[in-house]
């Protein structure tokens, strides 16, 4: 089955940067007419060795000029409150560039979680777009790591660009992260309360290097801490279950219909009165994996 991206249309890079969702990650409701305009200069967000230099990410930029993109606002509806993100895609074919129906499904988990992740460390592994960083960011999380490969200078780079877009940058950090190196982030005490992964379960000979990288984080994490994942079953022959039992890790199968991860009600996209949520979804499962105590 093919895995095809939220059909957003495109537009131009430059009418895209300055897109804002009128909410700050503090949780101040403001007019998004009164939004202030993203810096398109501003140096990446973490302290890290492995992490791309301005120098790179500013070229990832340029190179990327003739690239269509194209920025929605998706809102998350609950009962306490809604959080609306704004997203960058850069339709270029590159799997990071893409808000992927996985990412939707964790996002409404994460934003059915809610005041959880007050207070917390997130930790958001092959980030890409970033959405659900994004969102728990929003719900009042105390720092958000959002990373993926640092050979994908151009989605770090785009991940800067979200950060900005929804005004996270007190919040947010970006770093690149590979998975399969230790220690996964330099200068960091690796101890978060969720770490999080939309779709990182996609290429099978990674399974096992994002296994360790997931174990070594949780090990120096609290007792508690969970990493929530949502993937698309593209074989029934995939398995991780070897790997979860190699590494002492549990595992539990959240149903969609529990948080509204079918879609619906649960989000839509800001001035799309037309939009319905992608098909794909009916393959999307979303576990909730922890060291075994």
Partial sequence: MSLVPLDYGSTDDDS??????????????QS?????????????????????????????????ANIKSSARRITFHGKASDVTVSVHELLDGTYGSFVWPSALVLSAYVHFLGSAFRGKRVLELGC????????????????VVLTDSGQLPHVLANTELAVRANRCEETCAVA????????????????FEYVLGADVFYEPEMFDTLLATVVYILKKSPPSAAFITA???????RSVQHLLDRYGLTCTLVDKADFGGW???????????????????????????????
């Fill in 231 to 237: 993937y698309q079953e593209r074989s029934s022959r």
């Fill in 16 to 29: 895209e940067e300055n897109d804002h969702d009128g909410e700050s990650c503090r949780g101040e409701s």
């Fill in 32 to 64: 998004s007419s009164s939004s202030k305009e993203a810096s398109a200069d501003t140096d990446v967000g973490y302290s890290h060795s492995r992490t791309p230099s301005t120098d790179q990410l500013l070229s990832s930029k340029q190179s990327s």
């Fill in 128 to 143: 890409g777009t970033a959405l659900p960083g994004l969102v728990a960011a929003k719900l009042g999380a105390a720092q």
């Fill in 176 to 191: 690149a992260l590979d998975w399969g190196e230790f220690p996964p982030l330099v200068g960091d005490p690796c101890a």
């Fill in 263 to 293: 879609g619906g009600d649960t989000w839509s996209l800001v001035n799309d009165a037309y939009y319905s949520p992608p098909r794909e979804i009916a393959s999307v499962v979303l576990l909730i994996i922890k060291m075994v105590s």
